[in-house]
């Protein structure tokens, strides 16, 4: 099992910056691919990042350049792990529910995490 917990959003204006961080906790060392998803209202949910284990990273294609994402493990500690999204340059279209997502054993999701910008 694992558990997902996003924190980070909030609203910001337009050029304006946002680092989001996904907490994962559980069986850590099952995970094969870490991904940030975005759903605004009325549109499809859509991958903005994805990192595989081995560190190999994609972006959207409306977010490269702007969007950069991490990881962080404690050295030692094999229960815990956090994913980041550092979002640069936001724009109003970036508004929407972020939502961090890891592959291991079957998919698992977080809550999401509201981001707004607008001025």
């Known amino acids: 099992q694992v558990q997902l917990v996003e924190s980070g959003g909030g609203l910001v204006q337009p050029g304006g910056s946002l680092k989001l961080s996904c907490a994962v906790s559980?069986?850590?060392?099952?995970?094969?691919?870490m991904r940030w998803h975005r759903q605004a209202p009325g549109k499809e949910r859509e991958e903005v990042a994805a990192?595989?284990?081995?560190?190999?990273?994609?972006?959207?294609?409306?977010v490269k350049g702007r969007f950069n994402i991490s990881r962080e493990k404690v050295p030692g500690d094999n229960r815990k792990l956090t994913v980041y999204l550092e979002m640069n340059s936001l724009e109003p279209e970036d508004s929407a529910v972020y939502y961090c997502?890891?592959?291991?054993?079957?998919?698992?999701w977080g809550q999401g995490t509201q981001v707004t910008v607008s001025s």
């Open positions: 997502n890891v592959g291991a054993t079957r998919q698992y």
């Open positions: 559980g069986d850590i060392l099952n995970i094969y691919l």
């Open positions: 990192m595989t284990q081995r560190g190999r990273i994609t972006y959207g294609e409306s």
